[in-house]
């Protein structure tokens, strides 16, 4: 397969709005929470919800648990990319600080709160450390070619599917999981790498797709 | 509307998601994630497993003053956001974002300038000396027969092109790495199309030797 075509996407029914409910309890329960141990999988809902508190009402509260949880994870990647740990300081309260200020834009159909916020920080080192743009999609150019397919059965359960999807990371080879870390976590682009050391494009593509082949399935497979 | 056919692939998209690729290379993918909605799709997917892996790093505590240095700046007053080029508007431009933030609208006020009988180019500067160029070709119009010792990928704007690996029409991405030797020629209506070269490019036939050094400037 060359890339994911529209007939595999899963249809999952979006998750019922209730957070206005749920947020500041489960805000608050969180934040007592925050010196246990990493949360699993099955706490990324919350993620979301905190998020969507900070959009909602400049929930303070909320934002402080978001930043307990994400603020080490932020500064462990970002000194994974080769930051010392005061630029990583300082970089965390960046990318945190964009967090608060764009709350509004988080669509939790689109992402979950782990995956928008690694785009946030991705971007913001590009910008900040290799001092480049980040070329990326206007959603609203009219040269958009849009999806024919777009609608209702696009529609993905995202904080589910992260929780599978971290699940999956866990269980697969360490030899595909390294080839993650280099596109996510070393800055080595698999292009050059393969350039570099004379490997067919091809051999590292199929090598990737092993990877990628157990990552969607639990993406995409609720069960 | 047609749908792009030649794909960038899974190691250039994971390369895009996970911010490797440099500004060149991440300037053609997302011009073909404008034109592409199935590598769009792929390309959400994968920033997916940049969010999983992120919540999967072993914590790296932060500073115990941070989170009260972070609540002060919560009120800071915003920078004005960076005024973006902005494009006469039409109905449908030929050139999508991000390429049209980075060229404009129209072509005709761009620096054409000969490359090769019946191409001409125009230089893209980018951040850290890095160039993306786009290439006008006459119909008919034959860029010699070449190889890399990297990586050339180029993506079609407008009219096509032919090559050992196929047709490429409007939004598709050719990738040429060292297995590659390939003469792609413009379709009889010309073609345009943006190319980056991640890596050096090298013309193999006697006429490609000498031509070389032009190449690289």
Known sequence: MRHAGPHALSCFFPKPFHHERLVRTRAFAFNAAMQEPPPSAETAAPLDDLLLAVARGRDRAAFSALFGHFAPRLKAYLRRLGTDSQAAEELVQEVMLLVWRRAETFDPIQASASTWIFTIARNKRIDALRREQRPEIDPDDPALVPNPLEPADRMLEAAQASGRLQAALKELPPEQAELLKLAYFDDKSHSLISSERGIPLGTVKSRLRLALDRLRKALRDPS | MKLPTHHPGDALLMDYAGGCLGEAGSLVIATHLALCPGCRHAVSELDA????????????????????????????????????????????????????????????????????????????????????????????????????????????????????????????????DGSVDHKPVADPEGCLCLSVTLGRLRLTGAMGRFLNPFLRS
């Not at chain 2, 892996?53 to 240095?69: F, I, K, N, R, S």
């Not at chain 2, 080029?85 to 054409?112: H, I, K, M, T």
Request: avoid cysteine; hydrophobic fraction near 40%; proline fraction near 11%.
């Open chain 2, 49 to 176: 497993v940049g969010g999983a892996m992120l919540e999967g790093l072993e914590p790296d505590p932060v500073a115990p003053d941070a989170l009260d240095a972070m609540l002060a700046r919560l009120d800071e007053p915003e920078d004005p956001a960076p005024p973006r080029r902005a494009a006469a508007p039409v109905d449908v431009p030929l050139l999508p974002e991000p390429l049209r933030s980075y060229v404009g609208d129209d072509l005709s006020r761009l620096r054409w300038r000969p490359m090769l009988p019946g191409i001409q180019g125009v230089n893209i500067r980018l951040a850290r000396g890095g160039t993306a160029r786009l290439v006008r070709m006459k119909g008919g119009a034959t860029v010699p027969q070449h190889s890399h010792d990297g990586l050339e990928l180029s993506i079609v704007l407008q009219g096509g092109l032919s090559d050992v690996l196929g047709h490429f029409v409007r939004g598709d991405v050719a990738v040429g």
